[in-house]
């Protein structure tokens, strides 16, 4: 009996951990969760990060600016200036709206009848950060939004790493 119970439990986190992918990552459908970047133009890109339902909103913040600071890198810049930033919620509906019914039932020695209605319908929230960026030469070294690409990725790598889901 104890073997069982190790292989129902076993089986039921292996399970979950299939479930769930990691909270960093580039999303793999336009709706999905997950990192996109877009360059504007020679100097300019916009940064996302759309975070998972339960997922807490400054994660998300911090994901795009560990994000933005991966983009900055990758194209040769210590530095890079966020000229717009905007965290919105997305909130999903599921569920429909009131319904009614009607049943009824009998067993020995009962039987019944019942009229029920609900309300229906319940909601989730995600958080889904945009960042406006600008890279190259017209960065200052220092001042207000200017973040230094290297040093945010150090100071956030282990909560990226760690995959900080709540």
């Known amino acids: 009996m104890n073997t069982k119970l190790w292989f129902v439990v076993l089986s039921s986190l292996l399970l979950g951990a299939c479930a769930s992918g990691p909270a960093y990552r580039a999303a793999p459908e336009a709706d999905d969760y997950g990192y996109r970047d877009t360059q504007l133009t020679a100097d300019r890109y916009r ?32 530095r890079f200036r966020i000229n717009s930033r905007e965290t919105s919620p997305v909130t999903s509906t599921y569920g429909g709206g009131p319904s009614t019914s009607i049943g009824y039932g009998w067993g020995y020695p009962f039987w019944g009848t019942s009229i029920g209605y609900s309300t229906g319908g319940s909601s989730r929230t995600r958080y889904e950060t945009v960042l406006e960026i600008q890279i190259g030469d017209e960065v200052p070294d ?25």
């Open 47 to 78: 940064v996302s990060f759309a975070g998972d339902y339960g997922t807490a909103r400054e994660t998300v913040e911090n994901f795009a600016l560990f994000r933005a600071a991966d983009v900055a890198i990758n194209h040769g810049a210590e």
């Open 142 to 166: 220092q001042g207000a939004e200017v973040y230094d690409a290297n040093e945010l990725k150090r100071n956030l790598s282990a909560a990226v790493a760690a995959g900080e889901q709540r």
